[in-house]
């Protein structure tokens, strides 16, 4: 694959910026567990942005920060220009866990985002069934979670959190849960939507401890270290993205 060095990519407006932030976890016999500290970045619309840091490190405290979940002990979240002081609309989550409630059909649980928007039941059902197509799950809409396997039901959360339309999509190690063969299907389905421009988003954060994947799926790679969490090193994917050859050089490579 040729691997031409090129200008990093122009990209848009700034979406979110976290300034300082600092987070402390207080713990009963002892000083607080401080998580995160001093943590700055910024992510602009149009890229993905990869976080790729060790287990424990943060991740998933930052990214619950970002959501406007968990309010930082210290620091702060600029979002689209406003210090943010709860969860946005705009930012949805993907988990590791995927997160779905099995009591719920996968057309229910993709609708659960837009019900609490206030979005009316016939719009709900048809921006979940545009959805569900969307991410390739057409034909599974009364399926229940049980009945799917972890690649579908990654997909039935994926949908859920591209219903809403975010601005900022929030994958927390999203594929980290499925077997090789499945997560490299989903990540090389995901990365031809986003290079087709047909994801109904801005931009992606991605937290990985995968780094071929970080270098796979991101323009920017943020790399951060442990006790406490914060972004060390910064990498720009050097090369022509292979997500952005006409010629799908990303699947050959990942296959
Ligand atoms: P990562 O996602 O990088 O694995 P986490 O953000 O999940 O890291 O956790 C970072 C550290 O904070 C870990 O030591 C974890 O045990 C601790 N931690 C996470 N959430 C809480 C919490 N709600 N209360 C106390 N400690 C927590
Ligand atoms: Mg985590």
Not at 89 to 118: C, D, H, R, Y
Request: charge should be negative.
């Amino acid at each position: 694959m040729p691997q031409q060095a090129t200008p990093p990519k122009q990209t848009g407006a700034e979406l979110v910026r976290i300034v300082n932030c600092r987070q402390a976890y207080p713990k009963e016999s002892s000083t607080d567990l401080v998580v995160l500290d001093g943590v700055n970045l910024s992510i602009r619309s149009g890229e993905i942005v990869g976080l790729l840091g060790r287990s424990g490190s943060g991740k998933s405290t930052l990214l619950r920060i970002i959501a406007g979940l968990l309010p930082p002990t210290a620091g702060e979240v600029i979002w689209k220009g406003k210090r943010l002081e709860g969860p946005a609309a705009g930012i949805s989550m993907v988990f590791q866990s995927f997160a779905l409630f099995p009591w719920l059909t996968v057309q229910k649980n993709v609708e659960l985002g837009l019900e609490a928007q206030g979005v009316p039941p016939a719009e709900r059902e048809k921006l979940a069934e545009d959805a569900i197509h969307l991410i390739g799950l057409g034909g599974y809409e009364n399926a229940y979670p049980k009945e799917l396997s972890g690649g579908m039901r990654q997909r039935v959360g994926l949908a859920r959190a591209l219903v809403v339309r975010p601005d900022l999509l929030l994958m927390d190690e999203p594929f980290s849960a499925l077997d090789v063969l499945t997560a490299e299907n989903l990540r090389t389905d995901l990365v031809e939507l986003w290079a087709e421009k047909k994801l109904p988003i801005q931009s992606i954060l991605l937290v990985t401890h995968n780094i071929e994947e970080a270098v796979l799926m991101c323009d920017r790679i943020l790399i951060f270290s442990s006790n406490p969490g914060r972004v060390a090193y910064e990498l720009q994917v050097p090369f022509e993205h292979p997500r952005n050859r006409e010629d799908m050089a990303f699947r050959q490579f990942v296959d």
